[in-house]
């Protein structure tokens, strides 16, 4: 509470005119108390009109009064100064260059803290205070700070416009009403506000019904996140468990089908093993009857051979055939057979299955709200409006950046950029940094001649194929000449309308919508282009002559 007394004090003793406190202070016939400076210098400025008056007050004196100081004031002040207190008020108190200024401040001016429609003017807490104090001042309507009263009064009759004419939808005085727009229907500013009033009323209750469906909409979205996720996690779970045991299937047939072969193996080799026991068993008795023939063979006496030729028993006929018939690796051939057969069906099961999955996995019963419908009016269009900069590592090497990279000028002269692997080679193009998708509303501004564009960003950088237009992946408008022709996979296909400088592109990525306009006061159709977009897109310019410049204008 101390603290707010000194504060009084402080005011009370400072210079309405520099806000500072008294210095030499001399006090007027009217009562108010100035720096004999302040107040020299302000009745100096008045000497021409032989009237001087009270800066605050406003009451006039004739002659100019004598000005003495006053002592008594001056030793207050003094006396204030000891506290230690600054000499003038916080710096916060006065107005900066994005304030309302009070316009009852004489040197340096204080903050405004409410204007006046009555009295289209604003004012500090100390110059406001008769609008708390006198009574017809309190009937004032006060709003906040503002800069634009002027706005409020007619221009060609300097009166306060507290009438509207609906028929040219626009605010006038009184005498304006019986002048220019007489026989038009004109209402009180008051009544027309009313009517308004009631129409914002609608709108926002319309607005807030939105805002309240819309957030039903954002919470069902919220529950289908994650109900999507309890499903997919189940899902995954679930297939990942019935892979397994079809893995697990699988692997015991290869199991079972591995232990027949190897059973059957153990057959075979055992027939063939006892087979070539009896073979060689026979090749044994045959070396032996071969042995006893060649010693009787090598007998010298003759009478001794001939008595024992007789004994030699007769060579027996062989049991096996003379030839056995050998398939190698072919005795398990069928079975070879019988599993690619299986593995073939079994690709054929999982192909018609997986295309099956796919289709269900890719239509998901998803809430999607309705799409807004597509713009029509230019105001339609700028709620779409993107910002959008140019990129210099995109730049070719006669081209100049300006303007934030919104403005791109042709010139003849090389320029030392760096290399960069998204520079232009060939043309004088260049494409933005920020990538389209969704709907997208920028105009571009055009002086000469050259090609306003949308690309992929893996668009050619070298050589004819990297022109705008020139192939798939690239769309253009070129402005020449006063006239239009659009371009896209080589194909030129000739564009009627209204020829400006200024074009507007909208890009609506997801419907696959691509729209050209000339742009003046009015908007006008060029050509639209609908397809399907399978990358985001990227706006470009192509400069063809030196001094030619395109800039991507600013959109409210």
Known sequence: ???????????????????????????????????????????????????????????????????????????????LKKTGLQAAPADHHYAGPEDVACDFCTGRKRKAVKSCLVCLASFCEKHLQPHYDVPPMKKHQLVEPSKNLQENICSRHDEV??????TDQQSICYLCSVDQHKGHDTVSAAAERTERQKELEVSRLNIQQRIQDRQKDVKLLQQELKDIKVSADKTVEDSEEMFRELIHLIQNRSSE????????????????????????????????KDAELKQLSDTPDHSQFLHNYPSVSALSESTHSSSISIRPLRHFEDVTAA?????GKVEDVLKDTWTNISLTVTQPGVLVP??????????????????????????????????GDRKVTAVNQHQYYPDHPDRFSFYRQVLSRESLTGRCYWEVEMTGTGHVAVAYKTVSRSGDESAFGMFDDSWSLDSCNNSFEFMHDGIQTPVSGPWSSRIGVYLDHNAGILSFFSVSETMTLLHTVQTTFTEPLHAGIWLFFNGDTAEILKLK
């Open 257 to 288: 089908v591995e232990q027949q072969i190897r059973s059957q193996q153990v057959i075979e080799e055992s027939r063939v093993k006892e087979l070539q026991e009896k073979l060689e068993q026979e090749i044994r008795d045959l070396e032996r």
């Open 339 to 343: 599993v690619s057969e299986l593995r």
């Open 161 to 166: 416009k507290k009438m509207f004419c609906r």
């Open 1 to 79: 509470m101390a603290q707010e007394g000194v504060q009084l004090d402080q005011e009370t003793f400072s210079c309405s005119i520099c806000l500072d406190l008294l210095k030499d202070p001399v006090t007027i016939p009217c009562g108010h108390s100035y720096c004999m400076t302040c107040i020299n210098t302000h009745w100096d400025g008045e000497d021409q009109k032989g009237i001087h008056s009270c800066p605050q007050c406003r009451k006039t004196f004739r002659p100019r009064p004598d000005l003495e100081k006053n002592i008594m004031l001056a030793a207050l002040v003094e006396e």
């Open 370 to 403: 309705e799409p807004e419908p597509e713009p029509k009016t230019r105001v339609e269009f700028l709620r779409y409006s993107c910002d959008i900069t140019l990129d210099p590592d995109t730049a070719f090497v006669w081209l100049v950046l300006s303007d």
